[in-house]
């Protein structure tokens, strides 16, 4: 978890918040977040809710990326400027670009 924070940390701080992703399900009852700095992407997400859920991110700058997360998890993949996130019953996810 330290190492987690050490990453995310120096990164919001000079991060400006990006609008050319988020959920694509207008009300799906997750939290995010997504900030850029230098060309990397920054997305936070919080599923406060008791129930699993799978989001699918919207990107509109560019349809094709590999999101990778930062400590667990697995690489995301967007395509057509879709990605979807599995999010566990309150679950968090940090993903970086």
């Given at each position: 978890?330290?190492?987690?924070?050490a990453q995310?940390?120096?990164?919001?701080?000079d991060?400006?918040?990006?609008?050319?992703?988020?959920?694509k399900e207008r009300d799906p009852g997750v939290k995010i977040r997504a900030a850029s700095r230098g060309g990397s992407r920054l997305i936070l997400l919080a599923n406060p809710t008791d129930?699993?859920?799978e989001v699918p991110l919207e990107?509109?700058?560019t349809p094709d990326r590999i999101l990778k997360?930062?400590?667990?998890?697995?690489?995301?993949?967007?395509r057509g400027g879709i990605a979807k996130m599995k999010l566990e019953a309150s679950g968090t996810a940090a993903l970086l670009e």
């Open positions: 978890m330290d190492a987690e924070l995310i940390g120096p990164f919001l701080l991060a400006k918040p990006d609008a050319s992703v988020t959920l129930t699993a859920r990107f509109t700058a997360p930062i400590g667990h998890g697995t690489t995301v993949t967007s």
